[in-house]
């Protein structure tokens, strides 16, 4: 809270409590000119009456000793930037609580430190805890089922865009992606023409059927595809786990397969970031993490021929 709020609030505190004081003094004086206590003061629907006795005196003094409690209580906390005599504080109140619960916390996670994500994976215990820490920290992305998104991957099949070995998942997971695909049309234009960025869609798209016969587009697609794209997606469009390129001969696309997000994908690029959580969650809990991603997934096929495979 920056000083000008705290003096601000401090005045509407202040402007309160004084506020409290003279309307509890401005009604329980008596005026000369009010009705004893023992007097009616008025008489309304022809019979009803009632007497003018003031407060109970034990209520105003408590009353009292709750604006002196404020005070106090103001005097030893303090207000925003402003320390009171106590030296309390919101953050170091918060920390002492967490180092708590992590301190609770670490004893329960100790029985599954430094293990593999594919032997944690034998163990439902933790896979259940993986499962609730997914769901608070990766959901979000990734869907409470791991299914993904658009732009965020599918946990639930076999296609690691970054390897799917454990110790490369657990990498993921740990330090995170940052995937960088450029944006090409620019460069396929000046080298194929105005039909540059076309022909390679068609091309990219002819890899996933390759049953189907090559057109003329298809094969222009083909020349462009192999001078500039195959450095990262490989010369059979296979992809490279070492960079996050993915298989383009597959049937997986994580921004979609249709012609106007191949369009935006050359035209603008695609920067899609995951998060480091090793920072957040620790090695143990983001292991479990692991664990839980590694039930999801099938892990039978072998990867695909001609893919670049992080080890």
Known sequence: MTSGWTWYVIAI????????????????????????????????DGNLTEYNKALPRWWINLFYITIVFAVGYLIWYGVGNVQGIGHWS???????????????????????????????????????????????RCAACHGSTGHGANGFPDLTDDIWHWGGTPHR??????????????????????????????????????????AQAKDEATERGEKLFQTICVACHGPQGKGNQVVGAPDLSDSYW????????????LNEGRQGVMPAWKPVLGDTRTRLVGAYVWTLSPHRDPPPAGAVVAE
């Open 13 to 44: 505190v202040v402007a309160n409590l004084i506020g409290c004081v003279w309307l509890l003094r401005a009604n329980t004086r008596r005026s000369p000119t009010d009705p004893k206590p023992d007097e009616t003061g008025h008489v309304w």
């Open 90 to 136: 919101s953050h170091k109140e918060w920390a002492l609580e967490s180092a708590a619960e992590d301190a609770r916390l670490d004893d329960t996670l100790k029985l599954y430190a430094g293990q593999p994500i594919d032997v944690l994976a034998k163990n439902p215990q933790a896979v259940e805890m993986g499962r609730t820490i997914f769901i608070n």
């Open 254 to 265: 994580l921004y979609g397969s249709s012609k106007a997000s191949l369009h935006r994908t």
């Open 169 to 210: 998942i657990l990498e993921t997971i740990q330090e995170g992606r940052q995937a960088v695909m450029p944006a090409w049309a620019t460069t396929l234009t000046a080298q194929g023409g105005p039909s540059a960025v076309d022909d390679t869609i068609a091309y990219v798209l002819s890899l996933s059927k390759p």
